[in-house]
Every structure is written in structure tokens, then in C-alpha cells.
């Protein structure tokens, strides 16, 4: 069982940065691969930033790239999302989600609110 719990959140300026912390609990996160989910009213949640073990590949979505950086910390069972130049559309509840292979289930964290706004 790994649980997730994610940090960071908060009330930022458009242009400004914020940097969302997921710490896990157990001892399989480093094999775990680990990404950022956002989610706003009435839509569908949609895959911000991912990482694979090691952290030797990630992918963004289109709307984040060149702004947004995911790390992990393997010593630390942690998985990082820097957010900078962040825009009024960036505002939504952010979730970190380690991936595992089907049948089984995804972990996910109990959210984090991000709010962009002058």
C-alpha cells in the first residue's frame, strides 16, 4: 500500500511560481512511475506532467510545457511539480498519482488547490 500526500498549494499571482511536493509512504516508490493530475469544475481530470522510474523521461501536457518542471527524489519518496510563469488557467485542484499496471489501480493523493489570480 502506498499512500500519497501532496503539499504546496496555495494563492499565487499570474507570472508567479509555485513548486507542489508529493511525499510517498512505503518502499516501492522508486519503482513506482509518478505524475501530476489537475482538475477543475465539471471537467475531466487531465494529466499535467509525468516521470518514469529513475526519472530518465517525463512528458507535459501541451499547456504546460516549458513552465512546468516534475522531479523525484527517490531518497526521499517524493515527487516534485515546479510551476512557474503560472496563468489564471493553471487554477485547479492538483493530484499526485503513482501509475501500476492493469488490473490494479492507480494511488492517488487527496489533492492540492492551486489559485492563479491578480
Known amino acids: 500500500q502506498v499512500q500519497l500526500v501532496e503539499s504546496g498549494g496555495g494563492l499565487v499571482q499570474p507570472g508567479g511560481s509555485l513548486r507542489l511536493s508529493c511525499a510517498a509512504s512505503g518502499s516501492i516508490f522508486s519503482i513506482l512511475p509518478m505524475g501530476w493530475y489537475r482538475q477543475t469544475p465539471g471537467k475531466q481530470r487531465e494529466l499535467v506532467a509525468a516521470?518514469?522510474?529513475?526519472?530518465?523521461?517525463?512528458n507535459y501536457a501541451d499547456s504546460v510545457k516549458g513552465r512546468f518542471t516534475i522531479s523525484r527524489d527517490d531518497a526521499k519518496n517524493t515527487v516534485y511539480l515546479q510551476m512557474n510563469s503560472l496563468k489564471s488557467e493553471d487554477t485547479a485542484v492538483y493530484y499526485c498519482?503513482?501509475?501500476?499496471?492493469?488490473?490494479?489501480?492507480?494511488?492517488w493523493g487527496q489533492g492540492t488547490q492551486v489559485t492563479v489570480a491578480s
Open positions: 516521470i518514469t522510474p529513475g526519472g530518465g523521461s517525463t
Open positions: 498519482n503513482a501509475d501500476r499496471p492493469p488490473p490494479l489501480l492507480p494511488y
